[in-house]
């Protein structure tokens, strides 16, 4: 199962692959050199099939638990100034993706979207310790009665040059479900209330949608 935002990329990809293939016979008469452009195409359609899967999950949807937003590695759990919305101390958690990563967002918990904003930026890497403010980026407010307000940030890294964000204001979102997708190499920050009891880690690695962040004992 590939997901929706791949479909153009996929296409295109098919086409270039196709062209590879019916055209080597013309580029060259050598078998050799041939086989070695059947292997590129190959490998090219590969690395972009991989890249856009949207595997199914399972969330057991819990107003007691913040679930992990995207796939990747815990990179960093640490106590900052969230100057954008907030304006005060909160607890942050960043995911990294790498590229053979799924980059699918999902919504971490169930509430009401109270802000989201996008925002143009560098291409810094995507564990840069600036990209979180100057990378290109959208925040994302979502309100639950549980853990009040919780912000996450897409931000795009050195590869990623699109972000897609699905969360509008004032509409209500579940838990799992699909909130975007980050095109190549990024991360997500979450931003969290300082007493959150958080279930993971730095360096644990974290499936989207599955994955328990923090629990409200």
Request: no cysteine; hydrophobic share 45%.
């Amino acid at each position: 199962m590939f997901h929706k935002e791949g479909h153009p990329s996929i296409l295109i990809t098919l086409f270039v692959v196709v062209a590879l293939f019916l055209g080597a016979e013309y580029v060259t008469s050598n078998q050799i050199i041939q086989y070695i452009i059947y292997a590129v195409a190959l490998f090219l359609l590969v690395i972009i099939l991989q890249f856009f899967r949207n595997p199914k999950r399972y969330t057991a949807q819990n107003e007691n638990h913040i679930i992990a937003p995207v796939d990747g590695k815990v990179v960093v759990i640490e106590e900052v100034f969230e100057k954008e919305y907030f304006k005060d101390k909160r607890l942050q958690v960043s995911i990294f993706m790498s590229p053979i990563n799924v980059h699918v967002t999902r919504y971490a918990l169930s509430g009401l979207v109270k802000f989201s904003k996008y925002h143009p930026g560098k291409f810094l890497v995507a564990w840069h310790p600036k990209a979180s403010e100057e990378n290109e980026r959208t925040t994302i407010v979502v309100e639950n009665e549980t853990f009040g307000e919780v912000l996450y940030r897409q931000i795009a890294g050195a590869l990623a040059k699109r972000i897609v964000n699905y969360a509008k204001e004032g509409t209500q979102v579940v838990q799992g479900t699909d909130a975007g997708f980050i095109k190549f190499g990024s991360r997500v920050d979450l931003f969290l209330p300082l007493d959150t009891k958080l279930d993971i880690k730095l360096n644990d690695v974290v499936k989207g949608g599955e994955t328990i962040v923090a629990i409200n004992e």
